[in-house]
């Protein structure tokens, strides 16, 4: 089984459990959304900065890439875009219908790998909205020249990422807040799976 097979399976165990990306937008946020009130984020805990977006997003293209969990596409939903949520997890992607059914918001959900966006078009989105789950995935390239491609010209591209230094350092010793050097980057857990911490890490919380 690949690694991206097994993170949709490990994904959909985390959205089950409630991670932190996997709790869905109340219904009051939803609701400001429409008011004009809103925030997104991308990486956990900072948002997005409005002024990034268009002034108006009404009827602009969304799509959000490797982005499921109710919290992102349903803020845009409401905004009034046309929001499209793209993810490898199934149970994921039950959240953001779970939101648009409750809250009579138009979402298209569409499982599968961020790397491979073949079933849209060239040119089909206005912006793409790509949390740090590019984290998860072995090369990112593949991701961006997909971008490029679904991406409108002139279009918008926001995207979160994780600080790679963090990943040099043994694990286990970094949570005791001991900085020691242990691996190289560019990092991929899958090349690591004989460190039996990786392992534990992986299992638990899907390859990075």
């Not at 709790?23 to 946020?29: D, G, H, L, R, S």
């Not at 648009?100 to 979402?107: E, G, P, V």
């Not at 793409?128 to 409108?152: F, Q, T």
């Not at 992986?202 to 990075?208: A, D, F, K, R």
């Amino acid at each position: 089984m690949s690694y991206v097979e097994e993170n949709s399976k490990i994904w959909d165990e985390r959205s089950e459990n409630n991670d932190i990306w996997s709790i869905p937008v109340t219904k009051e946020m939803v609701q400001n959304a429409k008011e004009g009130n809103w925030s997104i984020l991308l990486t956990p805990t900072k948002p997005v900065p409005k002024e990034w977006f268009p002034e108006n997003l009404k009827d602009k293209k969304i799509l959000c890439l490797a982005s499921g969990g109710g919290q992102q596409g349903p803020i845009l939903a409401a905004t009034g875009a046309e929001v499209t949520v793209f993810d490898n997890s199934t149970k994921q992607l039950e959240k953001d219908n779970f939101v648009a059914q409750r809250d009579n918001l138009k979402i298209k959900t569409v499982q599968g790998n961020m790397q491979d966006l073949s079933v849209f078009e060239d040119e089909t989105f206005d912006c793409i909205i790509h949390p740090w789950s590019n984290g998860y995935i072995d090369n990112v390239l593949p991701v961006w020249k997909e971008c490029a491609r679904v991406l409108k010209k002139n279009g918008l591209l926001l995207s979160g990422f994780g600080n790679p230094i963090e990943y040099i350092f043994d694990s286990g010793k970094l949570e005791q807040g001991i900085l020691e050097v242990k691996y190289s980057v560019p990092y991929a857990d899958i090349d690591h799976m004989d460190d039996p911490e990786i392992k534990q890490i992986v299992e638990s919380g899907g390859y990075i």
